[in-house]
């Protein structure tokens, strides 16, 4: 480093002195030739006297040697240079290119055979649905790299309920109207090995979301207030371990069921159930292991199953498991156990397993159709003790299981600008306790409803079919259109009566209201335009 210093200052002092002898013949010259006449005049009026054409002559010729021994030195330090190795050039590339050059300017960072590289850096994953596509970021620094995300929708429900109210789903909420469904601001941190995360929840997630957790009813300091607007905020460190070794602790999201909590990073608007009625997020403690840069370990230490706080005496216990042996393929298992979930149930246990696969089995950039990949995920659970069984109806009490799956196909069009996804999916959930919870007379998770009962025993079967067009003009925006097709084997979808008493909400939340009742439909369709963006 200070050879290469040295050599710049030598080639700086040279320059500026070429550049100002220059300047002194230049000067020289121009006085010799304004004075040129009067030389002539000299001449031919008054000899010049032989000693001063001398003296001029010898400063001449003093400047020409000068320059000829600065080019010298110039062309000596030129080809010792082009014979050193350049590496200042790397340092330079690595700080002006962008995240996703890296691997081109480095090749050795994104080697999976390197003992150090960055996992899953191998290939572009940027397919993936729960992925976002996005290739770079603006203003990323060295410390922080932004996250700004917009999720704005119009939904038309063909039932056209009265009080505008969609029921049964974890993205959707309300008819005929624009709606904010999340705006999220915030990122992530890195210095020196520590790490934070953190993005606000501003919308209609902010309601939802807590609706849906049924823990902070237990307790004081009402977490669902708490934590309302949090969508992700956690901190740890990363250990120079492998290929990384990451220990977290905070509210961070949940990939069980495939799909992203943010619709910018999903093929769809709206997932099938075994997505939208599994854990969006956890709070709680996450290791992050990487082996290889192949495969990630990550257990979670977690208060319980997608909750602020614990339904019971026991802490939920789980994991995930990512293998990608390829940029083709991306393998996931998540597994769940030990908590206990039901809200005043101490002794019911709740299991779970999420297992996806993606597959992207066509590409051909230059083509019209660019790229095509398909998904599949299953996922079966059960819960036990409490009266209930995993096994079957019998003495310990009625069945009480979850088994599901989804399948999507995505299409790829005109380099990455359009897009086109099918997809569906089916479940069947005894006991109703992964069933979202109609808002009927404002119900939530922890008040339950006499209109629809999750008590055990109770069936529910669903399945549904969706179509989604996207036409995406740059990386960071989408326009979404999707159609959607929901039905159930009981009534649960809101019909044109909706779910709402007249006047509005009545009594306690969730209670019955004399002489009313919702109107609650077997199935539903359902258009969506969002608008979806992502810095």
């Known amino acids: 480093m200070k050879n290469r210093i040295t050599t710049c200052g030598q080639r700086f002092g040279l320059a500026a002195f070429t550049f100002a002898a220059g300047m002194a013949l230049c000067t020289s010259d121009l006085r010799a030739q304004a004075t040129e006449p009067n030389l002539q005049t000299a001449v031919e009026n008054t000899q010049a006297t032989p000693e001063h054409q001398t003296a001029q002559d010898q400063k001449i010729q003093q400047l020409q040697d000068q320059l000829e021994q600065i080019q010298k030195q110039l062309m000596e330090l030129k080809q010792a240079s082009s014979s050193a190795p350049e590496t200042h050039h790397t340092t330079t590339a690595k700080a002006s290119v962008a995240a996703a050059d ?85 990122g992530d941190f890195h210095y020196n090995n520590v790490r934070a995360r953190v993005l606000s929840q501003i919308g209609l997630y902010a309601t939802a979301t807590p609706r849906n957790d049924a823990s902070p009813s237990r307790g004081q300091w009402d977490l669902a207030d708490a934590y309302r607007y949090v969508g992700e905020a956690n901190a740890g460190y990363h250990f120079n371990v492998q290929h990384g070794l990451n220990v977290d602790a905070g509210i961070f999201l949940s990939y069980i069921g495939l799909f992203s909590f943010y619709q910018f990073d999903n093929w769809a608007y709206q997932p099938s159930y075994v997505s939208s009625n599994t854990p969006w997020f956890f709070n709680g403690v996450r290791v992050q292991w990487f082996p290889t840069a192949k495969l990630k370990i990550e257990p979670w230490f977690i208060n319980g199953w997608q909750s602020y706080g614990r339904f019971n005496n026991r802490p939920g216990l789980g994991g995930s498991i990512l293998y990608r042996p390829n940029g083709n ?88 600008r359009f897009g086109l996804t099918l997809g569906g999916g089916r479940i069947n959930n005894p006991g109703r306790y992964l069933v979202l919870l109609p808002p009927i007379n404002g119900a939530t998770a922890a008040s339950g409803t006499p209109y629809f009962t999750e008590n055990p025993g109770d069936p529910f079967k669903a399945w549904d ?71």
């Not at 300017?105 to 993936?128: C, I, K, N, R, Y």
């Not at 908590?339 to 005043?344: F, Q, R, W």
């Not at 950039?365 to 069984?389: H, N, Q, R, Y």
């Not at 007249?502 to 969002?530: K, Q």
């Open 102 to 186: 890296l691997s081109e300017t480095e090749p050795e960072v994104t080697d999976p055979a390197s003992p150090h590289s960055e996992p899953f850096a191998f290939a572009d994953f940027t397919w993936l649905t729960g992925n976002p596509r996005t290739k770079d970021t603006p203003y990323a620094t060295k410390f922080f790299t932004p996250d700004i995300r917009s999720d704005v929708s119009y939904t038309y429900d063909f039932r056209h309920p009265q009080d505008d109210t969609i029921v049964g789903s974890s993205e959707v909420f309300r008819s005929s109207e624009v709606a904010l469904t999340d705006l999220g601001i915030g």
């Open 329 to 416: 393929w991306s393998i996931v298992g998540n597994q769940y156990g030990f908590g206990e979930d039901a809200l005043g149930i101490g002794s019911r246990t709740r299991y779970h397993t999420d297992d996806s696969v993606q597959y992207k089995y066509y590409e051909r950039p230059d083509s019209f159709l660019g790229k095509a990949a398909a998904t599949l995920t299953g996922d079966a659970g059960c819960e036990s003790g409490g009266g209930v069984s995993c096994f079957g109806n019998g003495k310990t009490g009625p069945k009480q299981s979850f088994l599901g799956f989804m399948a999507y196909n995505r299409f790829w069009f005109d380099r990455d």
């Open 465 to 535: 079919a969706s179509v989604t067009a996207d036409y995406m003009p740059s990386q960071y925006f989408t326009y979404r259109l999707e159609y959607n097709h929901r039905a159930a084997n009981v009534p649960y979808f809101a019909g044109p009566g909706g779910v709402t008493p007249p006047g509005g909400n009545t009594g306690a939340l969730g209670s019955l209201v004399p002489g009313w009742s919702p109107d609650l439909r077997n199935s539903e369709n359902r258009l969506t335009l969002a608008f979806l963006m992502k810095f």
